[in-house]
Nanobody, 126 residues
């Protein structure tokens, strides 16, 4: 049974950092692509970053490039999203998700993903 559990969200000041974790079970982590998405109130869910299966190629939305880093620890079956230089517009519920693409690639289109975690809230407040 595939399960994803996010953690690490919280309240942080602008300019601060958080590290989100996505603990996976029921499948081998590096055999699937993992994506991070976020959804703010009244807005559509948007892709933030993803890491491909196999070689772990990473992709980022332009809005987070240079500030966020996705990584994968296969031994712990966990994917991380290190978020630095946080901005008020980063406030959202963050979700991790997984799917099995045909090659070593991933997309940040939420409709491509089959399994989702429950989300973790990230709030920027001064």
């Amino acid at each position: 049974q595939v399960q994803l559990v996010e953690s690490g969200g919280g309240l942080v000041q602008p300019g601060g950092s958080l590290r989100l974790s996505c603990a996976a079970s029921g499948f081998t982590l590096d055999a699937y692509a993992i994506g991070w998405f976020r959804q703010a109130p009244g807005k559509e869910r948007e892709g933030v970053s993803c890491i491909s299966k196999g070689d772990g190629t990473t992709y980022y939305a332009e809005s987070v490039k240079g500030r966020f880093t996705i990584s994968r620890d296969n031994a712990k079956n966990t994917v991380y999203l290190q978020m630095n230089s946080l901005k008020p517009e980063d406030t959202a519920v963050y979700y991790c998700a997984t799917y099995n693409p045909p090659g070593n690639q991933c997309v940040m289109t939420h409709r491509a993903y089959d399994y989702w975690g429950q989300g973790t809230q990230v709030t920027l407040s001064s």
